[in-house]
């Protein structure tokens, strides 16, 4: 079908059952609840991954076991095979070790693609759910954090650290398994070369591991700093893309380009000290086999046995399964270490501070009906001649903050309104001065609310209150009260909210209709205004 036209979704299969992301995001969600904690609210990442997918990994670590047996038979089988070749025995008993031999291959391949096949599945289920964990929870993460962080480092949670975790079980079993197959085959090759020459090969094996730890070492910290020199980056790259009008305006291209080409050299050197340290790893990995078989073949010729093809190919095929666990026992260890690296930093960003929590309400179908009622019928949708905008000396909005409204509607409110901040101070983070004090805001069902004011005067930061992006703050002095004013928010809103972060100088004719897909006229020149729109549903 490819090489007739170009493929489309609905050409694809779709999505197995156990493969959906609103399945797997919803048993992940219930398992992060069983594990939360007073220190951990969110509940703990590490404990939740466990229990999501502890069978699927102790089945794949019995199905590695039975791999591990068939394929220790193959050099076995091997071994009797030249023997009875040598003897010059029957040829169909030959033949019959021979297919033994292709059957244990097969065998071998059949369980390790099913092996594989249930890791790579449990990497995807392990991917889908940190990117839906780490996404929700950065809409949700308080402003006073996003400033800290910026927006780089929570990129680079997804793309670095959750990369980690999501990659680490397809090697993981080696940390138990590489030593397992390591002690076997040194057992097999004790019988097929004896004591010495096996321990011989043994001990440059042992030899090897170390070298080996200690460039994962090396290499796990070069990563870190190569990780540490991209946040630096990303986030003045953020910083100058955000902020592009004031640098041209105030032509700081120059230091702004030097700074970032410094951080990119030192990202660059990290990157350059990551390759080196790889490669001489991979050189060891090369070369390894070749030292272990020179250690045992020549100890072996040296004690006076005859090396002969029953001898030789066996043990080359012994020496070659140590190959693998040799180098993958300290690359997983440092990979283990890299993903305990990784989750702290995924779980601190999810202890991290969230948003205020606004209290959200449903309107009765009639209250709702009456809200769009009032809304049609009134002069929103009309000129300031049908529904004249209220003075500006008549507030909405009472507190300390330099704002004034203007309110379009007939009639007055009607029941609840569809928001309400009752007495409210609200500070960027908990522990800092209050921004906005006292404040008191009632917004009646169907009527449009302008938030007037020069610039700092605070109104965006009354729209910020609404969405619960400013941390509600008491003023009492009691310690009890005030930490029970903290934890109940003044704010309620009544239906879904739409916000746009800055619309331009009135008049906001196209900003009112970008809004509310309504057209109201505005005659207050020189002001700045930010908009929200509060829909009342069904």
Request: one cysteine or more.
């Amino acid at each position: 079908l490819g090489a007739r036209k170009h493929l489309e979704q609905t050409d694809l299969w779709d999505t197995a059952h156990r493969d959906e992301p609103q399945r797997l995001w919803g048993s992940f969600q219930r398992h992060l609840g069983e594990t939360a904690t007073a220190a951990s609210p969110q509940g703990l990442v590490w404990r939740a991954l466990s229990r999501e997918h502890w069978r699927v990994f102790a089945a794949t670590g019995v199905l590695k076991v039975v791999h591990d047996c068939i394929m220790f038979s193959q050099p076995l089988i091997l071994e009797q095979l030249l023997h009875h070749l040598n003897a010059g025995r029957d040829r169909w008993l030959a033949l019959g070790l021979a297919g033994a031999l292709f059957a244990a291959a097969m065998l071998e391949a059949i369980t390790v693609n099913i092996y594989f096949h249930a890791l790579f599945r449990m990497s995807l289920h392990t991917k889908t759910q940190l990117l839906e964990m780490l996404y929700r929870k950065s809409l949700c993460v308080g402003s006073a954090v996003k400033a800290a962080l910026g927006v780089g480092p929570i990129v680079n949670l997804q793309s670095n650290d959750a990369a980690k975790l999501w990659t680490m079980p397809t090697y993981l079993h080696m940390v138990w398994n590489g030593p397992f197959q390591i002690i076997v085959v040194m057992a097999l090759l004790i019988r097929v070369l004896t004591v010495w020459p096996a321990v011989a090969g043994f001990c440059v094996t042992l030899a090897i591991i170390p070298v080996t730890m200690l460039l994962g070492r090396l290499l796990t910290s070069a990563r870190r700093d190569s990780m540490a020199a991209a946040d630096q980056r990303i986030k003045l790259m953020t910083e100058v893309i955000t902020g592009i009008k004031a640098i041209k305006l105030y032509a700081w291209e120059a230091p702004y380009q030097t700074r970032i080409t410094e951080l990119r050299e030192a990202e660059l050197r990290a990157i350059k000290k990551t390759q080196m340290l790889s490669m001489v790893n991979n050189a060891i990995f090369n070369v390894a086999p070749v030292f272990v078989g020179l250690a045992a073949f020549g100890t072996y010729a040296g004690l006076g046995h005859p090396l002969t093809a029953a001898v030789a190919f066996p043990s080359l095929a012994l020496f070659n399964l140590l190959r693998f666990p040799i180098v993958m026992i300290p690359q997983q260890i440092m990979n283990l270490i890299a993903g305990t690296v990784g989750i702290a930093r995924i779980q601190k960003f999810m202890d991290s501070e969230d948003m205020s929590a606004v209290r959200r309400i449903q309107l009765p179908s009639s209250a709702m009906s009456g809200a769009n009622h009032d809304s049609s019928s009134s002069g929103v949708r009309g000129t300031a001649a049908a529904a004249p905008l209220l003075p500006v000396s008549s507030p909405a909005i009472s507190g300390s903050s330099n704002v004034n409204s203007c309110t379009s509607s007939n009639s007055s409110s009607r029941g609840l309104p569809a928001v309400q901040i009752s007495n409210g101070s609200f500070a960027w983070d908990a522990g800092s001065q209050a921004v906005l004090s006292d404040v008191s805001l009632a917004v009646p069902q169907g009527s449009l609310v302008i938030i007037v004011g020069p610039v700092g005067s605070g109104k965006s930061s009354v729209l910020a209150a609404v969405l619960g992006e400013m941390a509600a703050v008491g003023q009492q002095q009691v310690e009890g009260q005030q930490q029970q004013q903290q934890q109940q928010s003044p704010v309620t809103v009544a239906g879904s909210v739409a916000y746009t972060a800055q619309v331009r100088t009135c008049p906001m004719q196209n900003d009112v209709l970008a809004l509310q897909r309504r057209a109201a006229p505005c005659a207050l020149p020189g002001c700045t205004c930010a908009g929200m729109y509060i829909c009342v549903h069904e």
